[in-house]
């Protein structure tokens, strides 16, 4: 009985709604893709090309698939840390280390969408101009300045 009393007597916390804006609402185009590397435009196609990132959850507010992504466009594009990337969109760094992790695993399934590796004689034909134009033996391609 004590005990019910003494719930009975607390006094109510309220209740704390994050605010889950669209960055891209409020942002310019190239504020945008100073922060994350991609105009509006590509964003929401990449975001369309995977799959459902609705959560399931038994609390009351979801991260939206569009701040998700944006999480993981931030970290990726900025190597910035699961905090500081977390805090720009008001979630925790937990919260933000699952949305890169699992974000970043739907994106890569998308690579042989848009990566293709050439193949023997145009590989062959790709590796010997590199050769002759930087002098770099056996490079297949360069991404972002990362011979592979």
Same mark, same amino acid.
Request: glycine share 6%.
């Given at each position: 009985?004590?005990?019910? &009393?003494?719930? /009975? ?9 994050? *605010? ?20 509006? *435009?590509?964003?929401? *196609?990449? !975001?369309?090309?995977?799959?459902? !990132? ?18 993981? !466009? ?12 977390? @805090? @720009? ?21 998308? /690579? ?9 004689? &145009? ?20 991404? *972002?300045?990362?011979?592979?």
């Amino acid at each position: 009985m004590a005990a019910h &009393q003494r719930i /009975a007597n607390r006094e109510r916390v309220p209740r704390n709604f994050r *605010d889950r804006s669209n960055p891209l609402e409020d942002l310019s185009a190239s504020d945008i893709f100073a922060r994350y590397r991609f105009h509006p *435009d590509t964003i929401m *196609d990449l !975001l369309r090309q995977l799959p459902d !990132l609705s959560t399931h959850t038994k609390r009351n507010l979801p991260i939206p698939p569009l701040l998700q992504l944006l999480v993981t !466009l931030r970290f990726l594009g900025t190597g910035a840390t699961h905090i500081l990337v977390g @805090d @720009d969109v008001k979630i925790s760094r937990s919260t933000a280390g699952r949305c890169i992790r699992q974000v970043s695993a739907l994106i890569a399934n998308l /690579a042989p969408n848009y990566i293709s590796f050439p193949r023997g004689d &145009q590989a062959r034909q790709v590796m010997l101009e590199f050769a002759h134009i930087a002098g770099f033996p056996k490079v297949l391609g360069c991404v *972002d300045g990362t011979h592979v």
